[in-house]
């Protein structure tokens, strides 16, 4: 991750396509995907899986990046999706992807949306609170379904990362709280709720994480409550899901686990609980990564414009982009690389703040780096703005969202077309 491949003339490549050209053909700001990428990070979690032997599911969480494209991919790989809302189960249905993958998520499905849900038939529902548990109950009986489900439960865990991405503490909006005995009471509401079928527990510890340790903090937690579960109700637990949240590196400073380290440690653990615990079949585990099958694939081409030189204070260049395509930066301080596409070899010389377009002091994509001199109408290149980008992306100052390409051996394919000016307005209504 966060790092470059040039050419033989020392511009920027992805996945075989000059990105100086790519520029040239679809224009600035653009989202560039390595399909290849995206492929090959699929296929670590599956190997890391298949090696040892066990029942698992990984679900795509769509939330990273969500559009028909990425579905389909998504759907070509085999993985399940995750989706949050309407809009991310729609773009999944309508791009073909089957529903009985669809693992339906959120803390406040709306009545719409779950009826949405059950017309599609999607596969597995994760209940995340009591109200959810009598409103699925009921539409679920009203469509004449039983639905499987997980319980999404908050273990109570502090993963080391930015707190506006934990998600698995105590006070967490998400799911049942484990350490107040929220969970054994959604457990014992099963007992009248005849069109819920449950599957097993879900949670999710927050994104980004760098150890393993949360992991296997949780599993532990699990463990226990797949015991009490089956004490004091007679219920059998046949899945946990682990979430997502396996970090990637943005720059040098990220020192993430490779999915292989984080796939065996969680799945030697669970062997271990269930051998220590004299239990004979294995629960299956499921996962949903998002960031770390996107992230390191996207990158963002801009065009440099303008600068500000602030004599021996600070020296700003800015792009025709900003926290309209990455919010990143501006909302958890977070840190990219950067490279001028066009003389990826060049050695660094100055210290420049890389600034968005916005109307706004903290838009600001990168501070202090060092970078070749950069000249106007040259390729700035963010690379790892795979993750959270696009699916951010917003249109403050009524800037149009860029487009998107995926390549692959060489060939470029739009995938998002780049908004226009009449979309910004297609829904305002002029007064009479
Ligand atoms: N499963 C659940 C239930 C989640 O809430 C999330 C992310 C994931 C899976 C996928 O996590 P990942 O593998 O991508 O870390 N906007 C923030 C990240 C928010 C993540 C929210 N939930 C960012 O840009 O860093």
């Known amino acids: ?24 053909q679809y224009g600035t700001p653009l989202y560039v995907y390595d399909e290849k990428l995206i492929r090959d990070n699929i296929r670590s979690f599956f190997n890391a899986f298949k090696k040892h032997n066990v029942k698992f599911n990984i679900a795509y969480a769509s939330k990273a990046l969500c559009n028909m494209a990425i579905c389909q991919v998504i759907k070509e790989e085999g993985l399940s999706i ?15 992807f089957p529903a009985s993958r669809i693992h339906f998520h959120g803390n406040n499905k709306t009545p719409e949306e779950i009826k949405m849900a059950l017309q599609a ?16 109950n009921r539409l679920a009986k009203k469509h004449n379904q039983i639905v499987s489900i997980l319980f999404r439960v908050s273990p109570g865990i502090k993963a080391h990362t930015h707190q506006y991405i934990q998600t698995g503490q105590q006070e967490s909006k998400f799911g049942f709280d484990m350490i107040s005995g929220q969970v054994l009471e959604a457990i014992k509401r099963l007992d009248k709720r005849d069109n819920l079928h449950f599957l097993g527990f879900h949670c999710h510890l ?76 294995l629960p299956e585990i499921w996962i949903e990564p998002g960031r770390s099958i996107v992230g390191e694939a996207g990158t963002t081409l801009y065009t440099i414009g303008s600068e500000k030189e602030i004599p021996g204070i600070k020296k700003y260049v800015a792009v025709d982009g900003g926290m309209t395509d990455n919010l990143r930066p501006a909302l958890y301080q977070s840190k990219y690389n950067a490279f001028i596409a066009n003389r990826v070899d060049d050695e660094p010389v100055e210290v420049v703040s890389i600034a968005g377009k ?67 307005i297609q829904n305002d209504l002029v007064l009479t």
Do not use: W
Request: with cysteine; net charge negative; glycine share 10%.
């Open 206 to 281: 927050g994104s980004q994480i760098f150890d393993k340790k949360a992991y296997l903090v949780a599993l532990q937690k699990f463990f226990d409550l797949i015991n009490t579960t089956k004490q004091q109700f007679g219920l059998d637990t046949q899945v946990i899901n682990l979430g997502g949240g396996f970090g990637i590196r943005y720059t040098d400073e990220d020192n993430p686990l490779i999915v292989e380290e984080y796939i065996d440690s969680i799945v030697g653990t669970v062997k271990q609980e269930c051998n220590d615990r004299h239990m004979d079949t």
């Open 358 to 424: 916005c109307c706004e002091s903290g838009d600001m994509l990168i501070h202090d780096i060092k970078l070749p001199n950069a000249k106007n109408g040259e390729i700035l290149a963010i690379p790892c703005t795979g993750a959270y980008g696009y699916a951010m992306a917003n249109n403050y100052n009524r800037i149009t969202r860029p487009a998107m390409v995926f390549v692959k051996d060489g060939n470029s394919v739009l995938v998002v077309k780049r908004e226009t000016l009449d979309q910004l």
């Open 1 to 24: 991750g966060g790092t470059s491949k040039s050419n033989g003339q020392g511009q920027l490549e992805i996945g075989g396509c000059n990105a100086i050209d790519l520029t040239t």
């Open 82 to 96: 995750d989706v949050v809302s309407a809009g991310e189960l729609y773009t999944a249905l309508k791009s073909g």
């Open 121 to 136: 038939k999607v596969g597995c529902y994760v209940v995340d609170n009591f109200n959810e548990i009598d409103l699925l």
